[in-house]
T-cell receptor
Framework: KAGVTQTPRYLIKTRGQQVTLSCSPI?????VSWYQQTPGQGLQFLFE???????NKGNFPGRFSGRQFSNSRSEMNVSTLELGDSALYLC????????????FGEGSWLTVV | GQQVMQIPQYQHVQEGEDFTTYCNSS?????IQWYKQRPGGHPVFLIQ?????EVKKQKRLTFQFGEAKKNSSLHITATQTTDVGTYFC????????????FGKGTTLSVSS
């Protein structure tokens, strides 16, 4: 069974630009959640999508957005990039019920210069 | 808001020594999950504890969930160099969905 796939793995963007990251969950998983990982703040929850609807949202500004497609694939977008957005962005998939295990992808390393 | 705290932040041990990391939540948890992240890697699920006072073992790893379901620990017996990495505990952010609140993690280094 294929794991969670994230693309691109590495990218460099300039301040003010926007970026879109993609995530393909494990087959059969309907929930996709996104996390930001930085050395200072650790792993922070961004949002969760289930059946194409945002079900939970973390404490991030509106520049961070996401969506989920009918095939459960998900994208997240960050607009007007700031230097502080440099981080590892991790996607995680699960079956979707509370208490289900979440499985992380390898992440997308974003550097903002 | 809900917080999950872990101590210590860093731990260095000699190969063969034991290691323990502790996790404390500001609220009662319905379950607690543990993840391991190797340097340069992504978090990998280790285990989930659900019951009060639950103890689970995976080879040299022993996981415990406190009676009040607000704290947990991970103990590694006779560490090996393959145990190197950061260990995170995480609890549900709310009743619905799968969102997790993660502790800052304990980074373990092992010298041979």
């Amino acid at each position: 069974k294929a794991g969670v796939t994230q693309t691109p793995r590495y990218l460099i963007k300039t301040r003010g630009q926007q970026v879109t990251l993609s995530c393909s969950p494990i087959s059969g998983h309907r929930s996709v959640s996104w996390y930001q990982q930085t050395p200072g703040q650790g792993l922070q929850f961004l949002f969760e999508y289930f059946s194409e609807t945002q079900r939970n949202k973390g404490n991030f500004p509106g520049r961070f957005s996401g969506r989920q497609f009918s095939n459960s694939r998900s994208e997240m977008n960050v607009s007007t990039l700031e230097l502080g957005d440099s981080a590892l962005y991790l996607c995680a998939s699960s079956l979707g019920d509370a208490g289900n295990t979440i499985y992380f992808g390898e992440g997308s390393w974003l550097t903002v210069v | 808001g809900q917080q999950v705290m872990q101590i210590p932040q860093y731990q260095h041990v000699q190969e063969g020594e034991d290691f323990t990391t502790y996790c404390n939540s500001s609220t009662t948890l319905s379950n607690i999950q543990w993840y391991k992240q190797r340097p340069g890697g992504h978090p990998v699920f280790l285990i989930q504890l659900v019951k009060s006072g639950e103890v689970k073992k995976q080879k040299r790893l022993t996981f415990q969930f406190g009676e009040a379901k607000k704290n947990s620990s991970l103990h590694i017996t006779a560490t090996q160099t393959t145990d190197v990495g950061t260990y995170f505990c995480a609890g549900p952010e709310n009743q619905a969905g799968t969102a997790l609140i993660f502790g800052k993690g304990t980074t373990l280094s092992v010298s041979s």
